[in-house]
Protein backbone atom coordinates (compact mmCIF):
# COMPACT_ATOMS: atom_id res chain seq x y z
CA UNK A 1 0.00 0.00 0.00
CA UNK A 2 2.86 2.35 0.82
CA UNK A 3 4.51 2.20 -2.62
CA UNK A 4 2.29 3.80 -4.95
CA UNK A 5 1.80 7.11 -6.78
CA UNK A 6 -0.74 9.60 -5.42
CA UNK A 7 -1.40 11.83 -2.90
CA UNK A 8 -2.59 12.01 0.94
CA UNK A 9 -4.11 14.40 2.97
CA UNK A 10 -2.14 14.37 6.18
CA UNK A 11 -2.61 17.16 8.69
CA UNK A 12 -4.06 19.35 6.46
CA UNK A 13 -2.28 19.40 3.16
CA UNK A 14 -2.24 16.76 0.09
CA UNK A 15 1.20 15.16 0.21
CA UNK A 16 2.71 12.97 -2.06
CA UNK A 17 1.58 9.32 -1.08
CA UNK A 18 5.33 7.99 -0.27
CA UNK A 19 5.90 10.97 1.91
CA UNK A 20 2.65 10.81 3.58
CA UNK A 21 4.45 9.01 6.93
CA UNK A 22 4.62 9.02 10.73
CA UNK A 23 7.54 8.25 13.26
CA UNK A 24 7.53 4.38 14.73
CA UNK A 25 7.01 5.37 17.77
CA UNK A 26 3.42 6.54 16.78
CA UNK A 27 1.35 6.35 19.81
CA UNK A 28 -2.09 4.64 18.10
CA UNK A 29 0.72 1.93 16.51
CA UNK A 30 1.13 1.25 20.08
CA UNK A 31 -2.16 1.11 21.58
CA UNK A 32 -4.49 0.99 19.12
CA UNK A 33 -6.14 4.30 20.50
CA UNK A 34 -7.76 5.60 17.42
CA UNK A 35 -10.64 6.21 15.25
CA UNK A 36 -11.31 5.51 11.69
CA UNK A 37 -14.05 5.40 9.00
CA UNK A 38 -14.65 3.24 5.77
CA UNK A 39 -16.68 5.50 2.67
CA UNK A 40 -17.20 4.33 -0.79
CA UNK A 41 -17.27 6.61 -4.26
CA UNK A 42 -19.02 5.73 -6.72
CA UNK A 43 -19.67 6.65 -10.66
CA UNK A 44 -22.75 8.49 -10.97
CA UNK A 45 -23.99 9.59 -14.24
CA UNK A 46 -23.40 13.24 -13.07
CA UNK A 47 -19.99 12.11 -11.86
CA UNK A 48 -17.93 10.56 -8.99
CA UNK A 49 -20.07 10.91 -5.64
CA UNK A 50 -19.13 9.72 -2.15
CA UNK A 51 -21.93 7.49 -0.73
CA UNK A 52 -23.53 9.47 2.65
CA UNK A 53 -20.59 11.41 3.32
CA UNK A 54 -22.07 13.20 6.12
CA UNK A 55 -23.16 10.11 7.53
CA UNK A 56 -19.98 8.78 7.89
CA UNK A 57 -18.45 11.93 8.98
CA UNK A 58 -20.97 12.19 11.84
CA UNK A 59 -19.70 9.04 13.10
CA UNK A 60 -15.72 9.57 12.16
CA UNK A 61 -17.25 12.30 14.94
CA UNK A 62 -18.65 10.34 17.48
CA UNK A 63 -16.41 7.60 17.56
CA UNK A 64 -13.75 10.10 18.77
CA UNK A 65 -16.12 11.81 21.21
CA UNK A 66 -16.74 8.23 22.94
CA UNK A 67 -12.50 7.99 22.88
CA UNK A 68 -12.09 11.49 24.48
CA UNK A 69 -10.27 12.19 21.05
CA UNK A 70 -11.06 15.87 20.29
CA UNK A 71 -10.43 16.06 16.34
CA UNK A 72 -8.40 19.13 15.32
CA UNK A 73 -10.84 20.07 12.42
CA UNK A 74 -14.42 20.73 11.59
CA UNK A 75 -16.78 18.53 10.00
CA UNK A 76 -16.76 20.32 6.73
CA UNK A 77 -13.01 20.50 6.12
CA UNK A 78 -13.04 16.69 7.15
CA UNK A 79 -15.42 16.11 4.26
CA UNK A 80 -13.72 18.69 1.81
CA UNK A 81 -10.67 16.40 2.17
CA UNK A 82 -12.47 13.41 1.72
CA UNK A 83 -13.66 15.10 -2.11
CA UNK A 84 -10.39 15.91 -3.01
CA UNK A 85 -8.93 12.78 -1.83
CA UNK A 86 -11.08 11.16 -4.34
CA UNK A 87 -10.72 14.12 -7.11
CA UNK A 88 -6.96 14.72 -6.92
CA UNK A 89 -6.21 10.99 -7.12
CA UNK A 90 -8.26 10.98 -10.38
CA UNK A 91 -10.33 8.36 -9.20
CA UNK A 92 -13.59 7.52 -10.82
CA UNK A 93 -14.81 5.14 -7.85
CA UNK A 94 -12.99 5.07 -4.57
CA UNK A 95 -12.77 3.45 -1.13
CA UNK A 96 -12.07 6.40 1.39
CA UNK A 97 -9.88 5.89 4.97
CA UNK A 98 -10.36 8.94 7.10
CA UNK A 99 -8.17 8.11 10.20
CA UNK A 100 -7.75 10.22 13.44
CA UNK A 101 -4.68 9.03 15.17
CA UNK A 102 -2.18 10.33 18.31
CA UNK A 103 0.96 10.80 17.51
CA UNK A 104 4.65 10.45 18.54
CA UNK A 105 4.39 12.78 20.88
CA UNK A 106 4.64 10.98 24.07
CA UNK A 107 4.65 6.91 24.80
CA UNK A 108 2.88 7.45 28.63
CA UNK A 109 -0.82 6.12 28.61
CA UNK A 110 -2.29 9.29 29.84
CA UNK A 111 -3.11 11.38 26.64
CA UNK A 112 -3.47 14.65 27.18
CA UNK A 113 -0.33 15.67 26.00
CA UNK A 114 -0.64 13.87 22.49
CA UNK A 115 -1.94 15.62 19.41
CA UNK A 116 -4.63 14.36 17.08
CA UNK A 117 -3.43 13.49 13.65
CA UNK A 118 -5.76 12.96 10.73
CA UNK A 119 -5.02 11.34 7.55
CA UNK A 120 -7.22 10.69 4.68
CA UNK A 121 -6.39 7.88 1.36
CA UNK A 122 -8.50 7.10 -1.42
CA UNK A 123 -7.99 4.01 -4.13
CA UNK A 124 -9.50 1.80 -6.14
CA UNK A 125 -10.87 -0.86 -4.34
CA UNK A 126 -13.14 -3.76 -5.81
CA UNK A 127 -15.74 -6.08 -3.81
CA UNK A 128 -14.25 -7.05 -0.90
CA UNK A 129 -15.14 -9.99 -0.48
CA UNK A 130 -15.07 -10.99 -4.07
CA UNK A 131 -16.88 -10.55 -7.02
CA UNK A 132 -18.20 -14.13 -8.09
CA UNK A 133 -19.38 -13.99 -4.70
CA UNK A 134 -21.82 -11.46 -4.81
CA UNK A 135 -23.97 -13.74 -6.92
CA UNK A 136 -23.15 -17.10 -5.20
CA UNK A 137 -22.77 -16.12 -1.52
CA UNK A 138 -20.10 -16.72 0.88
CA UNK A 139 -19.44 -19.53 3.20
CA UNK A 140 -19.30 -18.44 6.66
CA UNK A 141 -18.01 -19.84 10.22
CA UNK A 142 -19.34 -18.49 13.63
CA UNK A 143 -16.32 -17.85 15.10
CA UNK A 144 -14.58 -18.94 18.65
CA UNK A 145 -14.07 -15.63 19.60
CA UNK A 146 -16.45 -13.57 21.62
CA UNK A 147 -17.43 -10.02 19.96
CA UNK A 148 -16.92 -6.81 21.94
CA UNK A 149 -18.65 -6.85 25.80
CA UNK A 150 -20.36 -3.25 25.39
CA UNK A 151 -18.62 -2.25 28.37
CA UNK A 152 -14.96 -3.56 27.19
CA UNK A 153 -14.57 -1.95 24.22
CA UNK A 154 -16.92 0.76 23.20
CA UNK A 155 -18.73 -0.54 19.77
CA UNK A 156 -20.59 2.66 18.91
CA UNK A 157 -16.88 3.65 18.47
CA UNK A 158 -15.23 2.54 14.97
CA UNK A 159 -12.33 2.19 16.88
CA UNK A 160 -8.83 0.94 15.82
CA UNK A 161 -8.52 -1.51 18.66
CA UNK A 162 -11.64 -3.00 18.07
CA UNK A 163 -10.10 -4.50 15.34
CA UNK A 164 -7.96 -7.06 17.14
CA UNK A 165 -11.36 -9.22 17.68
CA UNK A 166 -12.52 -8.91 14.16
CA UNK A 167 -8.85 -9.50 12.68
CA UNK A 168 -8.36 -12.87 15.06
CA UNK A 169 -12.31 -13.91 14.21
CA UNK A 170 -11.15 -13.53 10.19
CA UNK A 171 -7.59 -15.21 10.47
CA UNK A 172 -9.73 -18.06 12.01
CA UNK A 173 -12.36 -18.22 9.51
CA UNK A 174 -9.88 -18.31 6.72
CA UNK A 175 -7.63 -21.13 8.08
CA UNK A 176 -10.31 -22.99 8.30
CA UNK A 177 -11.29 -23.04 4.52
CA UNK A 178 -14.35 -20.57 5.20
CA UNK A 179 -14.58 -16.59 3.62
CA UNK A 180 -15.86 -14.79 6.93
CA UNK A 181 -16.37 -14.55 10.57
CA UNK A 182 -19.88 -14.34 12.54
CA UNK A 183 -19.06 -13.61 16.01
CA UNK A 184 -21.32 -13.94 18.54
CA UNK A 185 -22.12 -11.48 21.79
CA UNK A 186 -21.12 -12.82 25.34
CA UNK A 187 -24.92 -13.28 25.99
CA UNK A 188 -24.39 -15.85 23.06
CA UNK A 189 -26.54 -14.06 20.16
CA UNK A 190 -25.68 -13.19 16.91
CA UNK A 191 -23.84 -9.94 16.69
CA UNK A 192 -22.20 -9.03 13.24
CA UNK A 193 -18.86 -10.69 11.12
CA UNK A 194 -15.43 -8.96 11.20
CA UNK A 195 -16.51 -5.79 9.33
CA UNK A 196 -19.96 -6.09 8.55
CA UNK A 197 -23.91 -6.30 10.22
CA UNK A 198 -25.88 -9.21 9.07
CA UNK A 199 -29.12 -9.46 8.01
CA UNK A 200 -31.22 -12.86 7.71
CA UNK A 201 -34.52 -13.37 5.89
CA UNK A 202 -37.71 -15.82 7.03
CA UNK A 203 -40.62 -16.05 5.26
CA UNK A 204 -40.17 -12.37 3.40
CA UNK A 205 -39.53 -10.07 7.17
CA UNK A 206 -36.26 -9.47 7.20
CA UNK A 207 -34.32 -9.64 11.05
CA UNK A 208 -31.46 -7.77 12.12
CA UNK A 209 -29.72 -7.93 15.29
CA UNK A 210 -30.22 -4.95 17.53
CA UNK A 211 -27.53 -2.62 17.96
CA UNK A 212 -25.89 -3.55 21.43
CA UNK A 213 -22.01 -4.47 20.69
CA UNK A 214 -22.48 -4.29 16.54
CA UNK A 215 -20.89 -1.48 14.82
CA UNK A 216 -24.33 1.22 13.74
CA UNK A 217 -22.99 0.17 9.80
CA UNK A 218 -23.86 2.58 7.84
CA UNK A 219 -24.67 0.61 4.60
CA UNK A 220 -27.37 -1.41 7.39
CA UNK A 221 -29.26 1.83 7.85
CA UNK A 222 -29.21 2.27 4.19
CA UNK A 223 -30.69 -1.31 3.53
CA UNK A 224 -33.51 -0.88 6.62
CA UNK A 225 -34.52 2.56 4.98
CA UNK A 226 -34.92 0.66 1.11
CA UNK A 227 -36.59 -2.61 2.26
CA UNK A 228 -38.93 0.15 3.84
CA UNK A 229 -39.53 2.28 1.26
CA UNK A 230 -40.47 -1.64 -0.79
CA UNK A 231 -42.88 -2.40 1.49
CA UNK A 232 -40.56 -5.12 3.33
CA UNK A 233 -40.59 -5.66 7.12
CA UNK A 234 -37.87 -5.26 8.88
CA UNK A 235 -37.57 -6.36 12.58
CA UNK A 236 -34.20 -5.59 14.98
CA UNK A 237 -34.12 -8.42 17.61
CA UNK A 238 -32.06 -10.77 19.49
CA UNK A 239 -31.05 -13.91 17.06
CA UNK A 240 -29.79 -16.90 17.93
CA UNK A 241 -27.26 -18.96 16.26
CA UNK A 242 -29.16 -21.73 14.90
CA UNK A 243 -31.95 -18.78 13.49
CA UNK A 244 -29.44 -17.93 11.32
CA UNK A 245 -29.11 -21.58 10.09
CA UNK A 246 -32.37 -22.25 9.15
CA UNK A 247 -33.03 -18.82 7.98
CA UNK A 248 -34.57 -18.98 3.95
CA UNK A 249 -31.36 -16.13 3.19
CA UNK A 250 -28.78 -14.10 4.77
CA UNK A 251 -26.58 -11.09 4.06
CA UNK A 252 -23.69 -9.47 5.24
CA UNK A 253 -23.96 -5.44 4.73
CA UNK A 254 -21.08 -2.73 4.72
CA UNK A 255 -18.85 -0.61 3.36
CA UNK A 256 -16.46 -2.55 2.00
CA UNK A 257 -18.72 -5.53 1.86
CA UNK A 258 -21.73 -3.74 0.22
CA UNK A 259 -24.69 -6.46 0.10
CA UNK A 260 -23.03 -9.74 0.51
CA UNK A 261 -25.16 -12.66 0.28
CA UNK A 262 -24.34 -15.76 2.80
CA UNK A 263 -24.86 -19.08 1.30
CA UNK A 264 -23.06 -21.42 3.76
CA UNK A 265 -22.98 -21.25 7.59
CA UNK A 266 -20.65 -23.71 9.41
CA UNK A 267 -21.17 -26.11 6.80
CA UNK A 268 -24.92 -25.61 6.52
CA UNK A 269 -26.79 -24.64 3.49
CA UNK A 270 -28.43 -21.29 3.45
CA UNK A 271 -32.18 -21.18 1.90
CA UNK A 272 -31.38 -22.33 -1.76
CA UNK A 273 -27.22 -22.53 -1.11
CA UNK A 274 -26.87 -19.37 -3.28
CA UNK A 275 -27.98 -15.82 -3.31
CA UNK A 276 -31.57 -15.79 -2.42
CA UNK A 277 -34.23 -13.56 -4.33
CA UNK A 278 -34.82 -11.42 -1.57
CA UNK A 279 -31.20 -10.61 -1.35
CA UNK A 280 -30.89 -10.10 -4.74
CA UNK A 281 -33.05 -7.55 -4.83
CA UNK A 282 -32.13 -5.57 -2.24
CA UNK A 283 -28.92 -5.62 -3.87
CA UNK A 284 -29.76 -4.49 -7.11
CA UNK A 285 -31.31 -1.54 -5.16
CA UNK A 286 -28.51 -0.80 -3.07
CA UNK A 287 -26.14 -0.58 -6.35
CA UNK A 288 -28.66 1.53 -7.86
CA UNK A 289 -29.33 4.16 -4.69
CA UNK A 290 -25.12 4.26 -4.81
CA UNK A 291 -24.78 4.80 -8.37
CA UNK A 292 -27.54 7.21 -8.27
CA UNK A 293 -30.09 5.35 -10.45
CA UNK A 294 -32.40 6.39 -7.84
CA UNK A 295 -34.39 9.56 -7.68
CA UNK A 296 -34.79 8.67 -3.76
CA UNK A 297 -32.20 10.00 -1.34
CA UNK A 298 -30.09 12.65 -3.67
CA UNK A 299 -28.49 13.26 0.14
CA UNK A 300 -26.78 10.54 0.40
CA UNK A 301 -24.55 11.27 -3.27
CA UNK A 302 -21.88 14.15 -2.80
CA UNK A 303 -20.36 15.03 -5.81
CA UNK A 304 -16.29 15.23 -5.47
N1 LIG B 1 -19.46 -3.92 11.60
C1 LIG B 1 -18.13 -3.76 11.62
C2 LIG B 1 -17.34 -4.37 12.70
C3 LIG B 1 -17.51 -3.02 10.60
O1 LIG B 1 -16.18 -2.87 10.60
C4 LIG B 1 -18.28 -2.48 9.56
C5 LIG B 1 -17.61 -1.71 8.45
N2 LIG B 1 -17.46 -0.35 8.78
C6 LIG B 1 -19.67 -2.67 9.60
C7 LIG B 1 -20.23 -3.39 10.64
C8 LIG B 1 -20.55 -2.06 8.55
O2 LIG B 1 -20.59 -0.68 8.70
P1 LIG B 1 -20.80 0.27 7.43
O3 LIG B 1 -22.00 -0.25 6.74
O4 LIG B 1 -21.01 1.61 8.02
O5 LIG B 1 -19.59 0.19 6.61
Request: hydrophobic share 40%; glycine share 10%; proline share 3%.
Amino acid sequence: MADRDGLIWLDGEMRPWREANTHVLTHTLHYGMGVFEGVRAYQTDGGTAIFRLEDHTDRLFNSAHILGMKIPYDRETINEAQRTAVRENDLSSAYIRPMCFYGPEGMGLRADQLQVHVVIGAWSWGAYLGEDNMRCGIRVRVSSFTRHHVNVTMCRAKANGNYMNSMMALQEALRDGYDEALLLDASGCVMEGSGENIFIVRDGVLYTPDLTSALDGITRRTVISLAAEIGMPVVEKRITRDEVYIADEAFFTGTAAEVTPIREVDGRTIGSGSRGPITERLQGLYFDQVHGRRDAHPEWLTLV
